[in-house]
């Protein structure tokens, strides 16, 4: 439980804000596809999730691997990896 209430930040509090600005927006019109808004909001506020999860959305650009059978002292080869869209 306290986990909840700590590391509250800038992006976590302007979840919440939007939460509870779409609650009173579906309590003033009663459309039930606001409270689903709000609650999605209200939830990525509490545990502190956002769309792209815990990981982060930086995907990682280059690694360096170590082929199978490199047993001699060659250098290790650098995999560039390019992102397709």
């Known amino acids: 439980m306290t986990t909840l209430l700590k590391n509250w930040h800038f992006m976590r509090l302007l979840r919440a804000g939007i939460a509870i600005w779409v609650f ?3 309590w003033r019109t009663s459309d039930w596809i606001l409270f689903a808004m ?3 909001f209200a939830v990525q506020a509490i545990f502190d999730v956002g769309c792209c999860g815990a990981a ?4 990682q650009q280059r690694a ?7 047993q001699d002292n060659r250098p290790e080869e650098e995999i560039i990896f390019e992102e397709v869209k």
């Not at 982060?56 to 995907?59: D, I, Y």
């Not at 360096?64 to 490199?70: D, F, I, Q």
């Open 24 to 26: 009173a927006e579906f």
């Open 56 to 59: 982060g959305c930086a995907p």
């Open 38 to 40: 709000g609650s999605f």
């Open 64 to 70: 360096t691997v170590t082929p199978p059978g490199n």
